[in-house]
């Protein structure tokens, strides 16, 4: 069974960099059927689309935060990261990440971990 | 940029009821769009993809329809487990956004 698991500090202050991790478990992060995403949800909003990695290290980003985020895999620990650079109390969110397919659709998504900014 | 509009913001409805959400673009999205359902301090759930395929293990209560511009989400007869929010998202290129969502509430 696919799962999802994501993991970093839940606090940070501004100007930090955020650094999160997502822990694939019941699939290979390297297999070329799936890629996979970033969403965040700042509290009372809806999901904002942060970018995907594809099988082949492939990334596209949300013009909106291009310039200070970054996803990587690591294979051999079946790992996705995410960092966003220079944060500001408007990147405090609900951030997930999950698995999308040829459907273009998010068919499966971790629990979600809260990151606040904060001074 | 695409902008995806949603209608309406809020729904009261009751059990029993029919309910449609809208899903406006601003240009063709051919049928790449999906929604998904979302409780408090839970993930969104996706319960239709490409405008019309039902998500296995969502209830066939819940229909999608709609292509190029605009796009339903349908519940045939409410129950008290789809009081939540609901989202459309779209897919364009290798880009995605999400509507600003729908509260479905008890009336």
């Known amino acids: 069974q696919l799962q999802l698991q994501e993991s970093g500090p839940g606090l940070l202050k501004p100007s930090e960099t955020l650094s999160l991790k997502c822990t694939v478990s019941?699939?290979?992060?390297?297999?070329?059927?799936?890629?996979w995403g970033w969403i965040r949800q700042p509290p009372g909003k809806g999901p904002q689309w942060i970018g995907n990695?594809?099988?082949?290290?492939?990334?596209f980003y949300n013009p909106s935060l291009e310039s200070r985020v970054a996803i990587s895999a690591d294979t051999s620990k079946n790992q996705l990261s995410l960092t966003l650079r220079s944060v500001t109390a408007a990147d405090t969110a609900m951030y997930f990440c999950?698995?999308?397919?040829?459907?273009?659709?998010?068919?499966?998504w971790g629990q979600g971990t809260l990151v606040t900014v904060s001074s | 940029d695409i902008q995806m509009t949603q209608s309406p913001s809020t729904l009261s409805a009751s059990v029993g009821d029919r309910v449609t959400i809208t899903c406006r673009a601003s240009q063709s999205i051919s049928m790449w769009l999906a929604w998904y359902q979302q409780k408090p301090g839970k993930a969104p759930r996706l319960l239709i993809y490409r405008a019309s395929s039902l998500e296995r293990g969502v209830p066939s209560r819940f229909s999608g329809s709609g292509s190029g511009t605009e796009f339903t989400l349908t519940i045939s007869s409410l129950q008290p487990d789809d009081f939540a929010t609901y989202y459309c998202?779209?897919?364009?290129?290798?880009?995605?956004?999400f509507g600003q969502g729908t509260k479905v509430e008890i009336k």
């Open positions: 999950a698995r999308s397919d040829i459907s273009a659709s998010y068919h499966y």
């Open positions: 990695i594809y099988y082949s290290g492939t990334t």
């Open positions: 019941g699939d290979s992060i390297s297999s070329s059927r799936f890629y």
């Open positions: 998202q779209h897919y364009n290129d290798y880009w995605r956004s």
